[in-house]
């Protein structure tokens, strides 16, 4: 029975966990920097079993590290020295062009890194939000590092399976553009609204009318700052580039309603976000997508 | 028992029809441009009878205009010759200013104009979409005219208590400031997040990798693009206020993202719609707030 440790017992790593013990074939082994979570994690039924450090998580078979983006330098400066060759390390992070560079850094060579970002997420973190099904049907992104080995590759391949999720091999450059487009850059859009509309001297009644639009609008403003904050610092570039294209995109939509002829695009986004719908989601129409 | 006559039976004329047959207490007539609508609204049980003609609508002691914004003015046309003084007339349009200067110029003397417009929705239209619970616990913003008289207003009010809503009274251009912020430019945000995004050499892999977040971030983008539309083109001045002061705020976040110091932006975003989501909808953190 292969071991896996996961590292960080939040939403991310804790769902991991909760997924890999209904599924069964793995033994689970869980490190969280404060006891009480991996604690709770194995109450929840998250984990078998909890390791003291970072030197026993070492020891399992694959090694998943769920961290916010920014401490999985950490730990793999903490894993590096106990990590005998064959073993199999990989991630949960949102941004892999960084942690490929820290990975070739930091990893000990005959080490096999295999990045990997599950698209799948809620707005509220930690082990109390994971849930089982997180992942199934979502596309997961595998970047692996080019000295990885094909049955280390095989093997997280395998994993993601067991998840039910796809996977889908990336260059870490283009996993980084894409994730911005389409996940980084809506939690800003998101933020940006929350704060520019509270900023308004008639925030007061504009919380008043503010109904399920504005709700589902700002969804992703509850995000995770910090994680979502090491995101920025990861991906910046690609951020900043998204930044830019989306602010073309509302000037172009600003002239539109000065010139009163915004239905036209508006009919295009609603078009295209119905076969969005239908391609990833094979629902469309009533009933299907609410708030 | 007071007659109540609903023009127009999508999204809103419909879910009103709904309501006010399950609180009981109004007989509901009910008017349609295609009479087939009309006829699908009565097997629905939105509406008690079928008007033939708007004259035939006009008989009843409240008239209630749920089209468009733009056809508000045509139904107010159409209308006018055949209201008798005492008759109440209000609309759920989105934008106040516009339909009240209608209503001043094309209701006759005598009759009682209260505007209305809940804050409820969804993106989906059409009388297919109608729920008899749509507007429950909703601020319904009431924009009397200048002219009506207090017991209009009252049979109004009591109209909006019977589906559960809360009467919210506002001015024409306060309302229509504040539906700007939190109403009518997150549907503009969203559409222009979907075709910026679509509009990528790289849509096809952005679609697979964009998951529940931005299908959140873009939900707005899927409501109906004429309604939108006319929103657009009657409430012109206070959208493009919001969108200038929108891309100053995103300016300050792409700033803050270059210098790698957005975290706190994204904590206060974080903090204030968790306020907002207590404060407003009672209920904040795991489990209140999906997608």
Request: hydrophobic fraction near 45%; charge should be neutral; include cysteine.
């Amino acid at each position: 029975m292969k071991r896996i440790a996961i590292i960080g017992l939040g939403l991310m790593g804790g769902s991991l966990g909760l997924a890999l013990k209904a599924v069964g074939g793995y033994r689970v082994l869980g490190y969280a920097r404060k006891p009480q979570v991996a604690a709770r994690a194995r109450e929840r039924g998250a984990i078998d079993a909890a390791c003291p450090d970072l030197a026993a998580s070492a020891q399992a078979d694959i090694i998943v590290v769920a961290t916010p983006t920014l401490a999985v330098a950490e730990v793999f400066r903490g894993l590096g020295p106990y990590l005998a060759p064959g073993r199999i390390v990989t991630d949960m992070a949102s941004t892999k062009e960084q942690v490929g560079r820290w990975a070739e850094e930091l990893l000990p060579e005959g080490v096999d890194f295999v990045g990997g970002h599950p698209m799948a997420g809620k707005e509220t973190a930690g082990l109390e939000s994971a849930e089982a099904s997180l992942f199934r049907g979502c596309t997961y992104c595998l970047v692996p590092s080019p000295r990885a080995r094909p049955q280390a590759i095989a093997a997280v391949v395998e994993l993601v399976e067991r998840l039910e999720a796809r996977p889908l091999f990336l260059g870490a450059a283009r996993h980084d553009y894409l994730a911005a487009g389409v996940s980084h850059l809506p939690f800003l859009l998101a933020a940006a609204l929350m704060t520019a509309a509270a900023a308004d001297p008639a925030w007061d009644q504009l919380a008043q009318l503010a109904a399920t639009g504005f709700r589902s609008a700002t969804r992703l403003a509850s995000g995770d700052p910090k994680m979502n904050g090491d995101i920025c610092q990861t991906n910046q570039a690609y951020i900043l580039h998204w930044l830019d294209r989306y602010m073309e995109e509302l000037k172009d939509y600003r002239r539109l309603v000065a010139e009163a002829g915004i239905e036209e695009a508006l009919a295009r986004a609603q078009k295209l976000r119905g076969q969005w719908l239908e391609q990833r989601w094979g629902q469309s129409g009533p009933g299907g997508d609410h708030d």
